[in-house]
């Protein structure tokens, strides 16, 4: 990577991939230099060598893997998007994925491990020492996406009664601390946390201060079993940088941090743009066939939807046959429709999984959405009135479109909203079907205004 040009702004790529080098790394893999390979992924952090994996075709990521093998990062491993992921760990012995794990802390183990087959899982396991593999095997039990898998065991902890001094001597004296923290934990003697002081204040503070007295007042702790998305949610709520993870008794099991809260964050927001796109858990880097596979049943729904939408026209096809130009017109009331019921579904699918969307506010939002689109359908009504007047010489069906314009838009805001807070309420995930849904009522309900008022204002 090069440093940007001192007093200009950076670029819109500053964080990616430096092409010479990526030349450079795939050249010493295509001759077998080992050693230069080695010299180059040293100086490049993690997730940019995941990165290199994900944008570099399976046969040459095959032989990068196999030429580093037993000097990989593990750190690289838990960059990977799932599907390049499962190439790297089967590319790799058992003994050059156990020792790429050893460095791990707890949680990212469990990431590697939950989906690998039996003998890598036990190649990486009696890698660990064993308190490191019972704190493992015992995350493995609990459900996935819960905050027992997502959770860390490496923590400090400190009883009620140290002080700040007691609590450095500790520190200052452990061979086994984790390699990041943010916080010390408060417990009481049956290991139930009663707070959190953070680092900061620890170190500017007196020896003597009592560790109770700097607690947090916002304290939170966590459910073991709580969904990984409701995980999330609190950090981003309510500014957490790590929480106590408790078990049903309430006592202290681990403990989650903000960079995995986020990243569950950043996957739940990609899983719902592309769920709303019809593409499914699909990533840049799968092979051809896995795309149709995933893409086909998404077009086929889409298929259903427009020949209903095409029934619908059938049904008016004398008149369309007796007034050509409502042919020409019809695709604008539908896109129009369409494209606004898209905003509205996009702003409700988000507001839905951040709770901003709620049964509290629900009804005041479908009343905003549905006078929104009121507004904008009788701003354009005006504007295709002009239109088909000036375009066909006929006042009469610039008014037919202007009235199906403002019908089309005014549902296109009601179905937005209303569609997917139903499947929310059903238990679906209103990312996954909402498109669908949304486009079918504003096709339908735009074809049937216009053509039917076609039919009953102009033959």
């Known amino acids: 990577m090069t440093e940007e040009t001192e007093g200009q702004p950076p670029s819109d790529d500053a964080y990616a991939l430096n092409a010479a080098t990526v030349d450079a790394i795939l050249a010493a893999v295509e001759v077998g230099a080992r050693e230069r390979l080695i010299e180059y992924l040293a100086h490049m952090h993690p997730a940019d060598v995941a990165d290199l994996l994900e944008q570099i075709e399976e046969p040459r990521r095959v ?27 089967a590319t790799l012995t058992p003994k050059q994925l156990s020792e790429a794990v050893q460095e791990l802390d707890t949680d990212d183990v469990v990431y590697l491990v939950e989906d690998l087959d039996e003998p890598q899982q036990e190649a990486v396991l009696d890698a660990l020492d064993d308190a490191d593999r019972v704190a493992v095997e015992q995350s493995l039990t609990y ?14 902890t400190a009883p009620v009664h140290w002080t700040v001094g007691d609590v450095i001597d500790y520190m200052r004296a452990s061979d086994d601390l984790p390699e990041q923290f943010y916080d010390i934990i408060i417990v009481d003697p049956a290991m139930h946390p009663v707070g959190e002081v953070r680092l900061g204040k620890v170190m500017a503070h007196p020896r003597s201060v009592k560790l109770d007295t700097l607690m947090e007042q916002d304290f939170r ?34 403990i989650v941090t903000i960079d995995d809260a986020m990243d569950v964050l950043e996957d739940e927001a990609e899983e719902d743009m592309k769920l709303l796109a019809g593409v499914g858990d699909e990533e840049i880097s799968d092979s051809t066939m896995a795309i149709v596979q995933r893409r086909f049943p998404w077009l086929l729904v889409n298929l259903i939807t427009a020949i209903i939408a095409s029934i619908v026209i059938s049904l008016f096809s004398s008149t369309i046959e007796a007034i050509v130009a409502l042919a020409v017109l019809m695709p604008i009331v539908a896109s129009m429709g369409g494209n606004a019921a898209t905003q509205t579904l996009t702003v409700a699918v988000r507001a839905l999984a951040t709770r901003d969307l709620t049964g509290s506010n629900a009804m005041r939002i479908v009343r905003r959405e549905l006078v929104a689109g009121t507004i904008n359908g009788a701003a354009f009504a005006v504007i295709m009135a002009v239109v088909g007047i000036i375009w066909f010489g006929n006042p009469m069906l610039g008014v037919v479109l202007a009235i199906a314009m403002v019908g089309n838009l005014a549902v296109a805001g009601l179905a937005g909203i209303l569609v997917p807070i139903g499947l929310d309420r059903a238990g679906a995930d209103p990312a996954l079907a909402s498109g669908t849904f949304v486009t079918t009522v504003t096709d339908v309900v735009g074809f049937l205004l216009f053509l039917g008022l076609a039919s009953a204002l102009l033959l």
């Not at 990068?64 to 093998?69: H, S």
């Not at 838990?78 to 992921?85: D, K």
């Not at 459900?143 to 923590?155: D, F, I, S």
């Open 63 to 89: 032989r990068l893997v196999e030429l580093w093998g037993p000097d990989l990062n593990g750190d690289v491993l838990t960059e990977l998007e799932e599907g390049v992921r499962d190439t790297v760990l």
């Open 143 to 156: 459900p996935e996406y819960t905050a027992g898998r997502l959770m860390q065991r490496e923590m400090v």
């Open 221 to 254: 702790t966590i459910p073991v079993d709580q969904r990984q998305e409701d995980v999330a949610y609190a950090f981003n709520q309510y500014h957490m940088i790590q929480a106590p993870v408790v078990n049903a008794d309430g006592r202290l099991v681990g």
